[in-house]
Antibody, heavy 119, light 110 residues
Framework: EVQLVESGGGLVQPGGSLRLSCATS????????MDWVRQAPGKGPEWVGR??????????EYAASVRGRFTISRDDSKNSLYLQMNSLKTEDTAVYYC??????????WGKGTTVTVSS | QSALTQPASVSGSPGQSVTISCTGS?????????VSWYQQHPGKAPKVMIY???NRPSGVSNRFFGSKSGNTASLTISGLQAEDEADYYC??????????FGTGTKVTVL
């Protein structure tokens, strides 16, 4: 069974940094594209970015709203995905989900971790 | 990219059918074979119900039906059941390689 468990969320001041983790199990991480998606309170999901798989050289792509501030990385030996978030803004407040990307859809999602950016 | 446009809410009685629309543009819905629909219960993660416009993942009821015409995709839920009460989001893979989601529709079972 595919399992994704996010952690690392919390309260941070504007301009601060936070690193989220996503522990995975039940599938071979090296084979999969992995994405981060966030959902602000009362809003629809927003795609944050992805890292491709080993076969595609682990390239990364980001939404314009986070490009240059957020960095996605992965450690397949630890079955983990990461989201480093710098220069955080109040509008980054959201539940952050990691998800497997399979043929242009987001197949499996974790339960999410909450990030609150506030002074 | 701007979010795809969905009605804020739809409702129906048990056993009835409801249809949710999702309107985008030719750089997403209209130009994409990859439109998905997600169901989200309160406090839970989204679950894919439809992918590639009209395909159902294994385990999803055949009461869920997806379609597309031009820049608008639709999700129809037939034989409405209490467990279908949730928020529903459409999503499209875009020409730039990103995902864009809809504004969301709350389905209420009367």
């Amino acid at each position: 069974e595919v399992q994704l468990v996010e952690s690392g969320g919390g309260l941070v001041q504007p301009g601060g940094s936070l690193r989220l983790s996503c522990a995975t199990s039940g599938f071979i991480l090296t084979d999969y594209y992995m994405d981060w998606v966030r959902q602000a309170p009362g809003k629809g999901p927003e795609w944050v970015g992805r890292t491709t798989n080993k076969a595609n050289s682990y390239t990364t792509e980001y939404a314009a709203s986070v490009r240059g501030r957020f960095t996605i990385s992965r450690d397949d030996s630890k079955n983990s995905l990461y989201l480093q978030m710098n220069s955080l803004k109040t509008e980054d407040t959201a539940v952050y989900y990691c998800a497997t990307e399979y043929y242009y859809r987001l197949d499996a999602w974790g339960k999410g971790t909450t990030v609150t950016v506030s002074s | 990219q701007s979010a795809l446009t969905q009605p804020a809410s739809v409702s129906g009685s048990p056993g009835q059918s409801v249809t949710i629309s999702c309107t985008g543009s030719n750089i997403n819905v209209g130009g994409s074979k990859y439109v998905s629909w997600y169901q989200q219960h309160p406090g839970k993660a989204p679950k894919v119900m439809i992918y590639d416009v009209s395909n159902r993942p294994s385990g999803v009821s055949n009461r869920f039906f997806g379609s597309k015409s031009g820049n608008t995709a639709s999700l129809t839920i037939s034989g409405l059941q209490a467990e279908d009460e949730a928020d529903y989001y459409c999503s499209s893979y875009t020409s730039s390689g990103s995902f864009v989601f809809g504004t969301g529709t709350k389905v209420t079972v009367l």
